[in-house]
């Protein structure tokens, strides 16, 4: 893979001319990038920590899955299936769909220049990012690299990392979790520069759904880690605390730790933002986070008042709510501060990382942090001795459970907890399972051998297939044209690796 210098001397990321994402090839140096510890707003941010009662911060979630349905049967965005099929059901949305992925490269600009305060952390899937590309929709990636890569917005813009292909983290293959985190990674940086992916610190998971089984979420905690992220987002249903009650009231707005023990009795932890609430688009597009804050006041964490923090996220293009209400009262209340003589002080917008930065500047220890862990696991390790813990006990444990508690689930937990993302969905699980054995039986031996093996594009282009059909979308809409979809990427992922 070849690779040119930006102005700062850190190397980007060029596309293979095969039409492929870059999604690997480059992990030494997307490694020692991601790992260095630099502040990301702490030199930068116009706010002070000790002028504040609570804060807001928004994340805005974007995806479009990559589908077998282009005119020769190629890959291509869902965004362009829509522009090409606009009698579709609510295809004649495409084009607002792909002004909502634009818009904030407009809107932050402008609050900025009419003397706001803004702040917005951006969740993009890679596929999304790779579709745009694909449809030369150079304006869209414009916008957006205006607020990623101009140095007088970042201090306003906070990009979190997640699942290239929007998998759903508690079934997707453990080997795969962290490969979809770095191709994320890897097609960021492609786009934005080292730079760019050197400040993204926070995770967003897809359909905020946490695993709960004991090995997939140290996993998971492991491989964020391992791929430089500071914090995670969870929604509040999903965790529990050690003892298997829910979270205190209060606790949901200070940063938490989430503790996962593996079946080994390994232990690991990370920190968590508590989002609260449900997921309706309308929390964010209504700017609920501002007044949900409005009744929040400083806390204590250790020895040091912390402002509340009020973390929500939501689609950022679904709905009449979004499309519409969102730059109507996304305007209004930043005014609205800007008018009362408060952008700095009193209640104000933050951003993840830059609410940690400060608060552990000002003397917080993370490890003074309430504890949390995957919700249910506490019926597990009442079962098993953490210090004597196995493999075996905690399967045993876990089909014991499901026997007799009729409550409990090894599925994770998500904003969409109606949804389940296993039950009925053998017919895309079992081939989903089936290609990431068959793609790690033929590239971890040689990958292990030769790094470099990640740089060829029948690499890439197995991953590429292995990931994509790790899509929830597949899952998410029901039997039909969408497991269809699943069905061909499996065959043509199966074909790839030399399957018969």
């Known amino acids: 893979m070849t690779a040119t210098k930006s102005s700062a001397n850190l190397p980007i990321l060029e596309e293979f001319r095969t039409g492929l994402p870059n999604i690997c090839g480059c992990e030494a140096e997307i490694n020692s990038v991601v790992q260095q510890d630099n502040p990301v707003f702490l030199n930068t941010t116009n706010l002070r920590l000790e002028n504040i009662t609570a804060g807001f911060a928004c994340a805005l979630h974007m995806h479009q899955p990559s589908i077998p349905a282009g005119a020769h049967g190629e890959i291509i965005s869902h965004l362009q299936y829509m522009f090409e099929h606009p009698h579709q059901g609510d295809n004649h949305n495409a084009e607002p769909f792909a002004w909502c992925y634009s818009r904030m490269g407009d809107f932050i600009p402008q609050l900025i220049s009419e003397g706001c305060n803004p702040r917005i952390m951006l969740d993009y899937s890679g596929n999304l990012l790779w579709g745009l590309q694909q449809m030369g929709r150079q304006d869209i990636i414009n916008n957006l690299k205006r607020l990623t890569c101009d140095s007088q917005y970042q201090p306003y813009v906070e990009w979190l990392g997640t699942m290239w292909s929007h998998a759903v983290i508690p079934s997707t293959p453990i080997p795969d979790i962290k490969l979809q985190i770095q191709a994320w990674q890897h097609y960021f940086a492609a786009i934005f520069g080292y730079e760019a992916l050197q400040r993204v610190k926070g995770f967003s998971p897809p359909e905020m759904h946490l695993p709960n089984h ?20 969870v929604q509040e249903h999903s965790v529990e605390r050690l003892d298997g009650s829910g979270l205190r009231h209060e606790d949901k707005y200070i940063p938490n730790r989430l503790l996962a023990r593996n079946s080994k009795g390994e232990t690991i932890s990370i920190t968590a933002l508590i989002k609260t609430q449900g997921s309706d688009t309308k929390l964010v597009a209504q700017m609920q986070p501002y007044f949900e804050a409005k009744g929040r006041s400083q806390q204590q964490i250790g020895n040091v008042k912390v402002p509340s923090l009020v973390t929500q996220i939501a689609d950022g293009e679904n709905g009449g709510v979004m499309m519409n209400e969102y730059p109507r009262d996304l305007f ?79 599925d994770g937990a998500s904003w969409t907890n109606n949804l389940s993302w296993v039950q009925g969905y053998e017919n895309v699980l079992d081939p989903m ?14 990958v292990q051998q030769d790094p470099s093996v990640t740089e060829s594009s029948d690499y890439q282009r197995a991953l590429l297939y292995n990931l994509l059909l790790q899509t929830s979308c597949f899952r998410y809409w029901g039997q039909g044209v969408w497991t269809d979809y699943a069905r061909e990427l499996y065959q043509r992922g199966e074909a790839l690796l030399g399957v018969d």
């Not at 090995?215 to 914090?231: H, N, Q, S, V």
């Open 214 to 233: 004991p090995d997939t979420l140290f996993e998971y905690i492991k491989a964020l880690k391992e791929c430089g992220y500071r914090w995670l987002m």
């Open 332 to 410: 209004r209340i930043y005014h609205e501060i800007r008018d009362s003589g408060n952008n700095h002080s009193g209640i104000v917008a933050l951003n993840g990382t830059e609410y940690l930065e400060l608060i552990e500047a000002a003397g917080v220890n993370p490890d003074e942090y309430p504890t949390c862990q995957g919700v249910q696991q506490h019926k597990i390790w009442q079962r098993v001795d953490p210090g004597h813990s196995t493999p075996e006990a905690v399967e045993k444990a876990i089909t014991e459970l499901k026997e007799t508690d009729h409550q409990f689930h090894m």
């Open 433 to 446: 399972n089936k290609l990431s054995a068959l793609f790690h039986e033929k590239y971890d031996s040689l």
